[in-house]
C-alpha cells in the first residue's frame, strides 16, 4: 500500500517485519486518524509494539522524512507515542506520572475533556478504576506532545459516553497539532465515527478498505 | 601466643551437641536431621581441607600459588553468586557478571588493602591474603547475589512497567530507576544492619577469633573495623558493578527489553 499525500506522510513504514508477519508499508498523513482491525492474534499489538520501537523490526520507518535510527530511541517513543490496551501505573499520585516539564493549566483542561474533574491529577493510583486508567493514559501521553498516537483498543471497556469524549478529545488533538493516529479496534461503530482511512491487517499485508477524506482540508 | 590446642575428643563433644539435635529432629518429625548431617560433615571435611591448604601455602610462600588460590577462589564465588539466581542469565554472561562484580567487591579491595594498608612483606603474605580475600568474598558474595537475584526477577515481573515507561519516552535508565534503587538496598541492607549492631549484638567471628589467640581486643577491634569498612565498600562497588552489567544486557542497542536473555524461573 503506497499513498500520496499532499504535504507528505508523517509516518511511513516500509517493509515492516517482524518475526514472521509482513512485510507491511504503511504511511499515516499529518491529521489523519487509522482504524485498524483483523482477528485476534493476527498482530496488531506487536504491529504497534514494532512502530513504538519497542520490539525489534526489520525495514524502513520515517517520521517527517526521518528515518527512525537518526532519533535516540526516547525521542523516537516520545514522538510516536504508544498506548497500550492496559496502562501501567508505578508512582504513588497520578500527577506523578506526567511528563516533567508538563503545563499545570493544560493537564486540568484535557483531563476535564477526558470527562474529570480535574482534582484527580491528585489521586493515589490505586482509587482509579480500569477505564479512569484508560482515558488518563491517554491525557499522560498527549502531555508529551506526540506526532503519532498508536492507540491499542483504547476506549474498548468504556461505556458509551466516556468513549465519543475519548474520540472527540483524540480527534481535536490531531486537528490542532497536525498529528496522526493508529488506533486498534474491534468495534466497527467506533471506529466509523474515529477512523478516516479504514485499515485491515493479514498476515502477510495491510488492506485499505475504505478511504474517506485522504487529502485533509 | 598460646592458644589452648583442641584435642579430638573436644570436637566431638561439641559434634555430639549436633547429633543430639539430629536426634530430636528425628524424633519430633522436623525433617531436618539428614540436612543437618550431611551440611556438618560437609562443614568438617572443607575445613579440614583447605587447613590443609593453607598451612601448605604458609609454608611455601609462593606467589604463583597464591595467585592459582586466588583465582580458584574468586571463580567459585562468581559461579556461586550465578548459581543463587531464580532467574539465571543464559550463557556465559552470568558467570561474567558474577566472577566481574565478585572480582570488583573483594580481589580489587583486598589488593588495595594488602599493598596500602596492611605492607607486609612480602606484600603477598598467605597469611595475610588468603584470609583477607576469603573473608571478602565470603561476605560480599551474599549482597551481590542477593540485588542481582532481586534485578533480575524485578525485571521480569515490572515488564509491563518498563515497557510502560520506555513508551512514554522515558530512557532505559529512567525506565528501570526505581527496580535499581531497590536492587541496591536489598543488597547493602543486610551489611548496613550487621555494621550497626557489630559489637552491640554480635561479636564479629574473626575478631573472636583474634582475641582467642592471644591478640589484645584493641588491636583485633582494629582488624575488625578494617575489614568491616572493607566489607561494606566491597559490597556497594560489587552490587552496583552487578547492577549496571545486568542492566545494560538486558536492553539492546535501542533500549528495547530483551528478556529472552533470561531463563525460565527454576
Not at chain 2, 612483606?121 to 547475589?145: C, H, K, Q
Amino acid at each position: 500500500m503506497s499513498l500520496s499525500y499532499p504535504d507528505g506522510p508523517l509516518l511511513q513504514a516500509e517493509s515492516l517485519g517482524f518475526s514472521s508477519s509482513g512485510p507491511y508499508s504503511l504511511s499515516l498523513a499529518p491529521r489523519c486518524c487509522a482504524g485498524l482491525d483483523g482477528i485476534s492474534g493476527v498482530g496488531k499489538t506487536r504491529l504497534l509494539r514494532a512502530l513504538a520501537d519497542i520490539d525489534p523490526s526489520k525495514g524502513r520507518v520515517t517520521l517527517n522524512g526521518r528515518e527512525r535510527e537518526q532519533y535516540t530511541p526516547p525521542q523516537w517513543r516520545r514522538l510516536v507515542a504508544m498506548i497500550p490496551a492496559e496502562s501501567r501505573w508505578w508512582h504513588p499520585f497520578v500527577s506523578d506520572h506526567l511528563a516533567p516539564d508538563y503545563k499545570r493549566e493544560r493537564a486540568e483542561d484535557l483531563v476535564r475533556a477526558c470527562g474529570f474533574e480535574s482534582d484527580i491529577l491528585g489521586w493515589d493510583v490505586t482509587r482509579l478504576s480500569t477505564g479512569e486508567k484508560q482515558r488518563l493514559s491517554l491525557v499522560r501521553a498527549l502531555l508529551r506532545d506526540p506526532q503519532v498516537l498508536l492507540l491499542d483498543e483504547v476506549g474498548s471497556g468504556l461505556d458509551q459516553d466516556n468513549a465519543l469524549l475519548l474520540e472527540t478529545v483524540v480527534r481535536k488533538y490531531l486537528d490542532d497539532s497536525g498529528g496522526a493516529a493508529l488506533w486498534v479496534s474491534h468495534n466497527p461503530e467506533h471506529l466509523e465515527r474515529v477512523a478516516t482511512i479504514f485499515i485491515t491487517m493479514h498476515q502477510d499485508r495491510l488492506q485499505i478498505r475504505k478511504e474517506n477524506d485522504l487529502i485533509s482540508p | 601466643m598460646n592458644v589452648a590446642a583442641l584435642s579430638p575428643l573436644d570436637l566431638s563433644i561439641a559434634a555430639s551437641l549436633i547429633l543430639l539435635l539430629a536426634g530430636l529432629s528425628f524424633n519430633l518429625k522436623l525433617g531436618l536431621e539428614s540436612q543437618l548431617i550431611i551440611a556438618s560433615v560437609r562443614m568438617v571435611v572443607q575445613l579440614l581441607l583447605i587447613g590443609l591448604v593453607l598451612q601448605f601455602l604458609f609454608s611455601t610462600s609462593s606467589v604463583w600459588l597464591i595467585i592459582l588460590v586466588s583465582q580458584v577462589m574468586l571463580l567459585a564465588a562468581g559461579r556461586e553468586v550465578r548459581a543463587r539466581l531464580k532467574r539465571k542469565l543464559r550463557g556465559f554472561f552470568g558467570y561474567h557478571v558474577g566472577i566481574t562484580s565478585m572480582f570488583v567487591s573483594s580481589f580489587s579491595v583486598a589488593l588495595l588493602a594488602l599493598l596500602v594498608i596492611l605492607r607486609q612483606d612480602p606484600w603477598y603474605e598467605p597469611r595475610y591474603s588468603i584470609p583477607f580475600l576469603g573473608m571478602l568474598l565470603g561476605n560480599t558474595m551474599t549482597g551481590v547475589a542477593l540485588a542481582s537475584d532481586r534485578l533480575t526477577s524485578l525485571f521480569y515481573e515490572q515488564k509491563e512497567v518498563i515497557e510502560q515507561r520506555l513508551m512514554l519516552g522515558e530512557s532505559r535508565s529512567e525506565a528501570v530507576s526505581d527496580i535499581r534503587r531497590d536492587c541496591m538496598r536489598t543488597g547493602m541492607i543486610p551489611l548496613v544492619n550487621s555494621m550497626a549492631a557489630t559489637g552491640l549484638v554480635s561479636l564479629p567471628g574473626m575478631m573472636t577469633g583474634q582475641i582467642l589467640g592471644g591478640t589484645p581486643p584493641i588491636e583485633a577491634v582494629k582488624y575488625q573495623i578494617l575489614i568491616m569498612f572493607l566489607i561494606g565498600a566491597g559490597s556497594g562497588f560489587g552490587v552496583i558493578c552487578a547492577i549496571v552489567m545486568i542492566e545494560k544486557h538486558l536492553f539492546d542497542d535501542r533500549q528495547r527489553l530483551v528478556l529472552d536473555k533470561l531463563l525460565p524461573e527454576e
